[in-house]
């Protein structure tokens, strides 16, 4: 009874309520599995070569430090011999017991793969339109290429953006393990494919990386240099990416060193200054700290409560705000407020140029996809603080007091600067002060990368005669731990 009800616990996890398709090979959910070349001369067409694909146990059910978590609990996936001896376009065929229609509105395939080999990872999908009995169910509707790209010998979740026209029914998806050429491929290797869903969500279900894009991080301004981000902000401190965009110009910028500042609860003004014209503003902000932007748009079209999309200048016609807005130039982002119960801390927030795509990692259908149109991706952090920080002294033969020397105030204001007095025991003189400022000083110093307290120091040739020192301004951006230095005199 407990193993039915892991598997049904299981089961339920992998596929989601609001799965419209799902494949799972522990189970009989498949009608029936082989393989599929696209190149007419392929002996695997002619019939010189037989494919090899079987049900067969789960190579890797480690959990991974990484994530966090098992990858993949299955115990039985579906493993296929990729031939060296088939095209690039050569891969594992499932067909499905139930086909699913394709839409005019993205719907994503998602497909846990395993495999040693790189390259490329595409999906076909098999089928025919309803109203044409005599079609054959096997005429290739959809070819298209994962989201981002697949880690080696790891479970991870290829996600694939389909659509078509109305009337078209999906009765086979065929992966391509390796959409690479095969000249260089010297032996077969074995992948393995597992638990394929279709759902509306693009979030992988697995993800190894913090703050994934949709793109290479190294992917350059391709057809066009009329568009790009120019500056962008909160309230009046302004990020100037410059006015060099070129041809070659990167789409994604790390400025995760860069901090912006709001007050728990209150209202902020974000903005978004672009060249060029008909493109759209999105900001993001990771409020539960997990890695990654989860964007969540109730059915008004506004941001639902925590809604990592926290402010958006055009989706589907209307801003976050709910106003009506054209299809042009439309990157004002309207004001949005930080929610009053979020912990003061530092946050990853993202600003992307874009058209009509609320994905954090960038628009990739074919014919919006970002690189395309010249958009681009910029992270930073937000340091979501209080009016006053804890200040705290952690202190051996000596200690760190006010200026005027009483005992050390708990509480500064945040972001201005206080000085404080060192007093060494009988023995003792001081060589500095060791400043632990931000957040969690107890904790870890990073979450998903983003850091959360700063290690700083003040010398002693920065401590006046009063052995007073200042606690610049800077640095009073969340919790102060001070350490006096204290050190025994020469006798």
Avoid at 61 to 75: C, H, K, T, W
Avoid at 466 to 471: Q, S, Y
Wanted: with cysteine.
């Amino acid at each position: 009874m407990k193993r039915l009800l892991f598997i049904f616990l299981f089961l339920s996890m992998t596929c989601g309520l609001g799965a419209q398709v799902c494949v799972q090979f522990e189970v009989s959910d498949f009608k029936s599995v082989g393989i599929y070349d696209r190149w007419e001369q392929s002996p695997f067409r002619t019939g010189q070569l037989a494919g090899n694909v079987a049900v067969t146990d789960n190579p890797d059910r480690q959990y991974d430090e990484q994530i966090g978590q098992v990858a993949n609990a299955s115990e039985k996936v579906l493993a296929f011999q990729r031939s060296r001896f088939g095209s690039n376009v050569f891969g594992v065929r499932i067909d499905l017991k139930r086909p699913f229609a394709l839409t005019p509105t993205t719907k994503y395939v998602h497909v846990l793969l395993h495999r040693p080999q790189n390259g490329r990872v595409m999906l076909i999908g098999l089928g025919k339109r309803t109203d044409r009995s005599g079609q054959s169910s096997e005429v290739e509707q959809f070819w298209e290429q994962s989201l981002s790209a697949v880690p080696l010998n790891k479970w991870d979740d290829a996600v694939f953006a389909v659509k078509g026209a109305e009337g078209v029914e999906i009765y086979s998806l065929v992966v391509v393990t390796d959409l690479e050429s095969t000249h260089s491929l010297t032996s077969d290797y074995v992948a393995y494919v597992d638990n394929i869903v279709v759902d509306d969500s693009y979030m992988p279900r697995v993800q190894y990386e913090d703050y994934p894009l949709n793109f290479s991080a190294k992917t350059t301004l391709k057809e066009r240099d009329d568009r790009g981000i120019l500056y962008l902000g909160i309230g009046n401190d302004t990020l100037c990416l410059g006015e060099e965009l070129t041809i070659g110009s990167l789409l994604y910028s790390d400025h995760s060193d860069r901090v912006f500042r709001a007050k728990i609860g209150s209202e902020v003004e974000p903005f978004l200054s672009l060249r060029g014209e008909w493109m759209n503003g999105f900001c993001y902000i990771d409020y539960n700290q997990d890695g990654k932007f989860e964007p969540q748009i109730g059915s008004d079209g506004l941001p639902a409560e925590m809604s990592e999309l926290v402010s958006f200048s055009h989706l589907n016609s209307t801003d976050s705000k709910g106003k009506v807005v054209a299809d042009g130039n439309n990157a004002k982002l309207p004001n949005f407020r930080l929610p009053s119960t979020l912990s003061k801390g530092f946050y990853r927030i993202r600003f992307k140029s874009d058209w009509d795509d609320m994905d954090a990692g960038g628009n990739v259908n074919a014919d919006n996809h970002l690189q395309r149109n010249g958009g681009g991706v910029v992270d930073a952090t937000l340091n979501v603080h209080e009016d006053f920080v804890s200040v705290h002294e952690d202190n051996r033969n000596g200690d760190v007091l006010n200026a005027d020397g009483t005992p050390l105030r708990s509480r500064q204001a945040f972001g201005q600067s206080f000085v404080v007095r060192l007093r060494p025991e009988n023995g003792f003189t001081f060589s500095g002060i060791r400043v632990r400022h931000g957040y969690g000083h107890q904790g870890q110093p990073t979450i998903h990368g983003v850091v959360q307290f700063r290690d700083d120091y003040i010398g002693a040739d920065q401590i006046d005669k009063d052995n007073c020192a200042t606690i610049p301004a800077e640095w009073v951006d969340g919790d102060l731990t001070l350490e006096g230095v204290f050190v025994q005199k020469n006798k």
